[in-house]
């Protein structure tokens, strides 16, 4: 297991690239303008020491050491302890709808960001809970198995947008499927699956789904995020509003959050329906849910010590910069010897 301390640190990368390609055009310039004023024969006669490959061989160990320089600030970190720690958890699978009308700015900043915001701000309440993420619109797709990585489970919530599934509608009946899927059934731990939605359901076999996901011990509970009065679904373009989406018949469709649906979903697993317009509210709920629920203990194991690498990094660097002060312009003797390229009889 390994992990970079420093990641700011890799846009120095740009300084290796502008060299070379800095040093690529001088090389251009100065062999145009050498065969401006000699002929290739006049100079090597002119010059026969001159070695065409060494500015290239320096050039290239200079590169080398700055890079290894750079990872040496970045600090690569190598787990060298690993240790197993006894947890007392649930498991928390959320399903984000991410279809179009999760744009609608009903709630703020829109359906979508504000979903975003209350997982994030459930996961940081987390201890020892084990996650996972689902996201769903036509389809329903798999984001992060469960984990108790919460910085991957971030990572993961703030790439989510409304153009990862080209599949639109809001199949809920699918993402309580593909969540089932992500609960052991070998561990006795409580399953908690928590959708996250404006209820739009497109298909009529969630709850259908839903019993048989209460069959299998999993409780749904339900934060649906929205107005019941509906909002318009904004077109941008860089962040402004074009248009709004419109139906076949040219009307603005109107996207309403449907309580009802998701409030059906959640009681029918003994779950319940939060509403999602207030952040704190819903986290205060959560809270609540996962203080009543049952935690079971299981084991992981996890890198709990990590060496810093940069040394050696340092080290490979200063021994390219000290064989980069020998390396001269002119042929290296011994391999002049060795008429590898048969100069002299090219020169006759």
């Known amino acids: 297991m390994y992990q970079l301390e420093e990641k700011i640190w890799f846009w120095l990368m740009i300084l290796p690239i502008l060299a070379a390609i800095l040093f690529f055009i001088n090389e ?3 062999s145009r303008t050498q065969h401006g004023f000699i002929t290739k024969s006049s100079l090597l006669k002119l010059s026969p020491d001159y070695s065409r490959f060494k500015p290239y061989l320096k050039m290239f160990v200079s590169i080398l050491s700055l890079v290894l320089l750079i990872f040496s600030m970045v600090n690569l970190q190598v787990g060298s302890k690993i ?3 006894k947890r007392f958890g649930v498991d928390i699978v959320f399903a984000i709808d991410v279809s179009r009308s999760m744009l609608a700015e009903d709630v703020a900043p829109n359906r979508l960001e504000k979903s975003k ?20 619109a036509g389809k329903a797709f798999p984001q992060l198995p469960i984990t108790t ?10 790439n989510m947008n409304t153009d990862m599934i080209s599949s639109q509608g809001t199949a809920i009946d699918e993402a309580i499927q593909l969540s089932t899927t992500y609960f052991d059934e070998d561990i006795n731990t409580a399953k908690l699956l928590i959708i996250i939605s404006d209820g739009e359901d497109h298909n009529n076999s969630s709850l259908d789904i839903a019993k048989m996901a209460a ?15 509906g909002s318009p679904i904004p077109m941008k373009k860089n962040g402004i509003t074009q248009n709004y989406k419109r139906d076949n018949n040219n009307e603005v469709v109107i996207t309403k959050l449907n309580k009802k649906v998701l409030t059906e979903i959640a009681e029918i697993t003994q779950g319940t329906f939060i509403i999602g317009e207030n952040t704190s509210f819903v986290i ?11 935690k079971t203990e299981f084991e992981s194991t996890q890198f709990s010590d990590f060496e810093d690498q940069f040394q050696l990094f340092i080290f ?24 590898l390229f048969n100069d002299n009889n090219a020169a006759n």
């Open 28 to 30: 251009i310039w100065k």
């Open 83 to 85: 240790e197993t720690y």
């Open 117 to 136: 915001q209350i997982v994030n701000q459930i996961i940081n309440k987390l201890t020892s809970d084990r996650v996972g993420i689902v996201a769903y």
């Open 149 to 158: 990585d919460y910085s991957a489970a971030k990572m993961f919530l703030s």
């Open 215 to 229: 069959q299998r011990g999993i409780k749904i509970y339900t934060i649906g995020v929205g107005k019941e009065k």
């Open 284 to 294: 205060n709920e959560i809270d609540k849910i996962l203080l009543d629920t049952e």
């Open 316 to 339: 490979i660097a200063l021994i390219f910069l000290f064989l980069d002060i020998f390396l001269f312009d002119s042929k290296t003797s011994w391999i002049k010897k060795l008429n």
